[in-house]
């Protein structure tokens, strides 16, 4: 091998390398649902129009179903504030407990997080969906969230519950998780890895929970998405090897001449 091509080759293992080590470029904007355009209080988002309010997808980037979801501000809202909802506030039938039970602050540091109902009734199970862009076909890439399980003050039972994640045509689901009536399970880290087949996709978290009408509550927040990149000690092994074939390749030029 020539000293030349080593050079070049060695260079570009050692951009690699560096390329590697550098800060991931989330995908997902908006993964800590606090670009709302103003809203301060929880308030349902989505498509559902019912008991005279009509939802829309205020949360930047994300477009809601026609489910039962709901945007909080932080913990100590969502369990003292009765949210504008289809059965909240500005409803014909205001139940003036739709509140969370007690929960801990979402780990984002903006404290903000989405809640879906689960009951897998038609017009009130939930989703949350971003079209993810600037995707490369084959490459991997890895998932990563918070979630938990809660409960309305309107219900009472307890529940087990779940999120199904769909990145393109790929469905992972998360452990389903017990709920005792009247609490919250904790927030919980998961992480996924998916395969893109396309260089935009739509990811969907559905919210799938039982026993129908308690209901069963997810709560979703810090949601990021980067590509896999080779551990920068791969590159540098690489590079490693390189530098030793262009000695070798050196001392063999020098004894011949």
């Keep these: 091998m020539k000293l030349s091509k080593i050079s070049t080759a060695l260079t570009l293992s050692t951009a690699l390398a560096m390329s590697a080590h550098a800060a991931p470029i989330n995908l997902v904007q908006n993964g ?3 670009d709302v355009g103003g809203i301060t209080d929880p308030t349902q988002f989505g498509s559902r129009n019912n008991n005279g309010y009509v939802a829309s997808d205020f949360i930047a980037n994300w477009t ?4 039962y979801e709901i945007w909080y501000p932080d913990a100590a809202s969502a369990t003292s504030v009765n949210a504008t909802s289809e059965w909240g506030e500005t409803s014909t039938k205001n139940t003036n407990k739709e509140m969370l039970w007690a929960i801990a602050p979402a780990p984002n540091g903006t404290n903000t997080f989405v809640g879906l109902d689960g009951d897998q009734t038609s017009g009130v199970q939930s989703s949350i969906s971003q079209t993810i862009g600037d995707l490369t076909i084959g490459q991997q890439y890895t998932l990563t969230f918070d979630w938990g399980a809660a409960q309305m003050q309107s219900r009472d039972g307890d529940t087990q519950e779940y999120l199904a994640v769909t990145f393109g045509s790929d469905t992972q689901d998360t452990s389903t998780i017990d709920n005792p009536s009247h609490s919250f399970t904790g927030w919980q880290s998961e992480t996924m890895t998916f395969t893109a087949t396309a260089a935009s996709q739509t ?7 039982t026993p129908s009408g308690l209901p069963p509550m997810a709560l979703l927040t810090n949601v990021s998405m980067v590509a896999n990149v080779p551990e920068p000690s791969v590159m540098m092994l690489f590079g490693t090897g390189l530098i030793g074939l262009a000695f070798i390749s050196r001392r063999r030029t020098v004894t011949l001449e």
């Design 64 to 67: 809601g179903n026609e489910g």
């Design 203 to 209: 990811l969907t978290f559905l919210s799938v929970g």
């Design 32 to 34: 800590d649902f606090s």
